[in-house]
Each structure stands twice: as structure tokens, then as C-alpha cells.
């Protein structure tokens, strides 16, 4: 496939009638090269706070600016599906599967347990009761949700149209609620969130102890709703292994999620 490297993420778009890799989605980032391909401004309601929503601003304005394909892929800047130079014929996929997702993530700790250990469980308990209000019928996908003890990691999939439809629509109303709770105008809000519960964010060791990295929370909460949006939504799927081509942390986050004490 047709990957593109960037300081941020990159989106891949499927053509249907070519069954290939067709154009690259640059979020928020310019490209240090030339590509013969079409580039995409991130341009949302999300925009101003990327750098705490991160790679969904660049979905989102997929969603609301860009003619939609049959069928819409995200990778992350570091991390891909391992189709190398095997593209498979996604119409033929989709015959059959219900969405293209990377292979769980079998982690020690329970979703809810894990997230406590790595983030601050506050916010994931806030993100859970407006998703119980706004969507009632997921309770009890959510509850299996945080019990189960693998995770579907770095929002990597291929969905097709309609589907991609609904996600940023269900991503977007929950995450928009909780912005307004929380009054979160600008990155700079997010930080100080962080910095004025310490106890609750910042963790003993590796990035997670870094009020940059935290910063990120509502990337984080996303992961875990795109989890909750998957299992709610598709009975069958065609898993792909992930590439990590880069650690940026000193680490390869699939081994070490495998791996954790």
C-alpha cells in the first residue's frame, strides 16, 4: 500500500474501484515533500483542540468536508496495517466482514482497571455516564466493554461509508457534551486540567508521568469509545496485524500493553 510518514497522523482513503490505497489526509502537520496526491486540510469544529483530540479532528473533517469513498481506512504516522506490498481487494473483504480492524490487544488489566493505571479514570467515568445518557442502548456493550481484557488500540481501521458516518457522529456528540462539561475552549485548558490533578494524572514512570502526554486525554477516551463503538456495532471482522515502524517513547506499544507488570 501507499503509506505517507508525517509529524502527525495520516488518514487512508480506499478507492472502490481501484481497491488500492488512493489519497493521504494530512492532519494539522505540513508535508516536508511532494506528493502527486490530493491533501486535505484538518477543518472542524475540533481543529483548535487536535493536539488533545488528536488523529479524530482529522476524521472528523473527512466526514464533513471530503466526498466519502465506499469505503474510509485510518492509519497513525508510525503505525499501519501490515498489508505491505499485498493490498487486499477490499470490496471482496467486505463481502464477507463487517469492518478491517487491527488485532486486539490482549492486556492483564480489565479496560476500566488499565485505564485507571495510565490515565485518570475520572474522565473515562464522565465520558461512560454521557454515552449511557445519549446512547441507552450500548449500556450494556459499555459494561462488556470495560470488563474485557484486550483492546482494540490507536483508532486503525477501515470501515465502510455508512458506518464511518455513524462513528464520527457518535464520537463527536459525546466528546462535544463532555467539552462543554468541562469547558475546554483551548488546548491551554486541557493543560491546566492536568497540571491542577496531578494526583489523578501523572504516573510514576514513562510518558505517562509527563503533563504533555496527559494533556492528550481526550485521544485516549476516544480509543476507548471507538472499543465501544466496534463491539456495539460489528459481528464480524477481518483483523490485520499492526506495524510499529517507529518508538517514540522508547517502546513498542503492542508488545508492551502484552507485557506490562
Known sequence: GLFLKSEDKTLLLVDQQKDEIKDIFEAATELKNKYPLEIIKDNCEFTHLNKTICEFTGMYSVYKNYPLKDYIGFCQYRRYFSFYNNLPNIKQIFQTNDIVIGKPIPIRYNMAEHYNKYHNLNDLSKIINICYKQYPEYVETIKNTLKSHY???????????????????????IISEYIKQENLTTYDDCIKKVENDTEHYIKKSGPNKSVDYQSRFLAYLIERLTNIYILHNFHKAYIVDIVETSQKYGYNLFKKMKDED
Open 151 to 173: 483492546i482494540y488500540a490507536c483508532n486503525i481501521f477501515i470501515m465502510k461509508k455508512e458506518d464511518f458516518k455513524k462513528y464520527c457522529e457518535f464520537i463527536s456528540n
